[in-house]
């Protein structure tokens, strides 16, 4: 498997996590839930929704790791043999995508790795992307919500 399927992968399986949901708070980063398996916390960014239609909306999304998993996530690295340089440090990942709200699917268009000081670990923009159908209680399905239910107010 090439290393753009593999972090295709990596990011729908976070995505697809069972979740764990606290209230909401942020400037631009909205805090929408906590993963109940490794405790990464998962943002969007409010001021990055982007209309496209009235049930399609592009938006960023930022998943911070917990130590655990920081080391899930190199350790899934690790076993494809993919580089791990620099993962150390790793602190967050921002995915961009484009959302279906009205048929809850998701396309992931690129996501960037990103360590403690703020530089690029590893950028992946996407080439053919595909839609996913994202199931009831997942990180994705929440992001869903949480932009329908601050859309609505």
């Given at each position: 498997?090439?290393?753009?399927?593999?972090?295709?992968?990596?990011?729908?399986?976070?995505?697809?996590?069972?979740?764990?949901?606290?209230?909401?708070?942020?400037?631009?980063w909205?805090?929408?839930?906590?993963?109940?398996?490794y405790?990464?916390?998962?943002?969007?960014d409010?001021?990055?929704?982007n209309?496209?239609?009235?049930?399609?909306i592009?938006?960023?999304?930022?998943?911070?790791?917990?130590e655990?998993?920081?080391?899930?996530?190199?350790?899934?690295?690790?076993?494809?043999?993919?580089?791990?340089?620099?993962?150390?440090?790793?602190?967050?990942?921002?995915v961009?995508?484009?959302?279906?709200?009205?048929?809850?699917?998701?396309?992931?268009?690129?996501?960037?790795?990103?360590?403690?000081?703020?530089?690029?670990?590893?950028f992946?923009?996407?080439e053919?992307p595909?839609w996913d159908?994202?199931?009831?209680?997942?990180?994705?399905?929440?992001?869903?919500?949480?932009?329908?239910?601050?859309?609505?107010?």
């Open positions: 498997m090439n290393s753009f399927k593999l972090y295709t992968v990596i990011m729908i399986v976070f995505l697809t996590l069972n979740v764990g949901c606290k209230e909401a708070w942020a400037v631009n909205v805090y929408f839930a906590t993963d109940n398996v405790g990464n916390q998962f943002f969007y409010a001021d990055s929704v209309y496209l239609t009235q049930n399609i592009e938006v960023n999304y930022k998943e911070l790791y917990s655990a998993g920081k080391n899930a996530y190199i350790s899934i690295l690790k076993s494809h043999n993919i580089s791990t340089y620099g993962y150390d440090l790793l602190s967050y990942t921002i961009y995508l484009k959302v279906d709200l009205k048929n809850n699917l998701i396309m992931i268009l690129s996501f960037t790795d990103y360590n403690k000081n703020g530089d690029i670990l590893y992946d923009n996407i053919n595909n159908y994202v199931q009831e209680g997942t990180i994705g399905r929440l992001l869903i919500e949480a932009i329908k239910s601050n859309k609505n107010k």
